[in-house]
T-cell receptor, first 113, second 115 residues
């Protein structure tokens, strides 16, 4: 079974630039999550999708962050414009409610200079 | 409010010694509890999970955890630590209050293993 795929693995941008991350969940997993993990902290949920609908985006900074999950499969997370404090690892995870656990991708490490 | 507390930011143990990582939670309903491990530059890997039943759960890599409802704790243990166990460990709590799983993570405990 293929795992959660994320790209790119690393990204370095300057502040005020835009950046996009891509995630392909495990096949058949209806729920997809984007987490932000700042160095030294635990993952913080940014947005949760159930199929292609948003379940929870209460902690997503909507003035600069956006996410979509077209056709209920893969997803993109975008930051525009980026700030220095957006430097973090962005983790994508998926789950099937039947299993009740998260499966994580390797993450995208973003550095904003 | 739902929360997870991992009181120890860093723990150092010698190889072969026993290990216990602490986790306390606050959750309104019966919690689903998880421990994940993260190696440098990697995503999180599930070590074990507790949904119901036996309060002592076994996981991968020789880890186990015990759910104590009265103490709101879910501590992770390993009888003999190996150098390859050096990593960051996250406790998480969650559940399907409305049909979809929601998860909250602790801030993590970084484990260092001395040879």
């Amino acid at each position: 079974e293929a795992g959660v795929a994320q790209s790119p693995r690393y990204k370095i941008i300057e502040k005020r630039q835009s950046v996009a991350f891509w995630c392909n969940p495990i096949s058949g997993h209806a729920t997809l999550y984007w987490y932000q993990q700042i160095l030294g902290q635990g993952p913080k949920l940014l947005i949760q999708f159930q199929n292609n609908g948003v379940v929870d985006d209460s902690q997503l900074p909507k003035d600069r962050f956006s996410a979509e999950r077209l056709k209920g499969v893969d997803s993109t997370l975008k930051i525009q414009p980026a700030k220095l404090e957006d430097s973090a690892v962005y983790l994508c995870a998926s789950s099937s409610d039947r299993e009740g656990q998260l499966f994580f991708g390797s993450g995208t490490q973003l550095s904003v200079l | 409010a739902q929360s997870v507390t991992q009181p120890d930011i860093h723990i150092t143990v010698s190889e072969g010694a026993s290990l216990e990582l602490r986790c306390n939670y606050s959750y309104g309903a019966t919690p689903y509890l998880f421990w994940y491990v993260q190696s440098p530059g990697q995503g999180l890997q599930l070590l074990l999970k507790y949904f119901s039943g036996d309060t002592l759960v076994q996981g991968i890599k020789g880890f186990e955890a015990e759910f104590k409802r009265s103490q709101s704790s879910f501590n992770l243990r390993k009888p003999s630590v190996h150098w390859s166990d050096a990593a960051e460990y996250f406790c998480a709590v969650g559940g399907p209050p409305s049909g979809t799983y929601k998860y909250i993570f602790g801030t993590g405990t970084r484990l260092k293993v001395l040879a």
